[in-house]
């Protein structure tokens, strides 16, 4: 964690320094707040709020910053970030507005065409919604105002239809991504179940309980990936695709009841 605490020292003294009085808060989410946080497997997630829209120079100034600065820092996932005006976080509507937004998986579009790049990343994001529930229920203030005088309360259907959305491909993705699907797939249930916001680490070990037995291996596999430092000899195994795609049926019929 101490590059981590380096690297959050750095992302609050740049970003207040490229945004001066722009700058509402930085807000930190996902599973650096959900006690789920592994360096050697996560991303770090934040909220930038701004109060009003940042020009493109400024977005040049705050990408080349966080690609020189903090990207080799980062937990093994990168950062994933979206700058949001202050307007829609105090009155929700959705998808949630944004201004410019990054992630790993954009890195290589970066590089390819910095200027491009910050000049098209804006527009809607659904996944916003739950970003924005996590950030109201369990979220840290990096630097900025409070979170209640920021963020209005979002409501649990919307956080809901999130969800949904994010699961919605889940049967092809378990394939592809089978420890973080199959845990995503547990804490969405948890949430449809009782309506708890969980990590997935705290996902998967409910799923440990309350699942059928055949599932428990998928399960304690994805756990021991997404808990381990390194590849252990069970993180190596490959996992049974078809019981993968059995086990999505099974969880997205349960979610969908």
């Not at 909220?47 to 829209?53: E, P, Q």
């Not at 990408?63 to 903090?70: A, G, R």
């Amino acid at each position: 964690m101490r590059s981590t605490a380096k690297l959050l020292v750095l992302l609050k003294t740049g970003y207040q320094r490229i945004l001066k009085d722009n700058l509402v808060g930085i807000y930190l989410h996902g599973s650096f707040v959900l006690g789920s946080f592994n360096e050697a497997i996560s991303d770090l997630d934040y909220l930038v709020v701004t109060y009003k829209s940042l020009s493109l120079v400024e977005k040049e100034k705050l990408m080349k910053y966080t690609i020189d600065n903090l990207w080799s820092m980062a937990p093994a996932k990168g950062l994933e970030f979206h700058v949001v005006l202050l307007e829609n976080t105090l009155n929700f509507k959705e998808p949630v507005p944004f201004e410019l937004h990054f992630s790993k998986q954009h890195y290589e579009s970066y590089l390819d065409d910095p200027k491009e790049y910050v000049n098209k990343m804006h527009g809607l994001d659904p996944d916003l919604t739950a970003h924005l529930m996590i950030v109201t229920k369990v979220g840290e203030v990096l630097i900025g105002k409070s979170i209640k005088k920021v963020f209005c309360q979002i409501p649990s259907s919307a956080y809901w239809n999130s969800i949904l959305y994010d699961i919605s491909n889940a049967k092809s993705m378990i394939v592809e991504h089978p420890m973080y699907t199959t845990l995503n797939l547990c804490r969405a249930l948890v949430y449809k179940k009782e309506s708890v916001i969980d990590s997935k680490l705290s996902g998967g070990q409910w799923g440990l309980k309350k699942l059928p037995a055949r599932y428990h291996k998928i399960v304690k596999k994805a756990l021991v990936e997404y808990t381990s430092s390194g590849m252990t000899k069970k993180c190596k195994e490959k996992y049974d695709e078809l019981v993968l795609i059995e086990f999505a049926e099974y969880m997205l019929n349960k979610i969908n009841e």
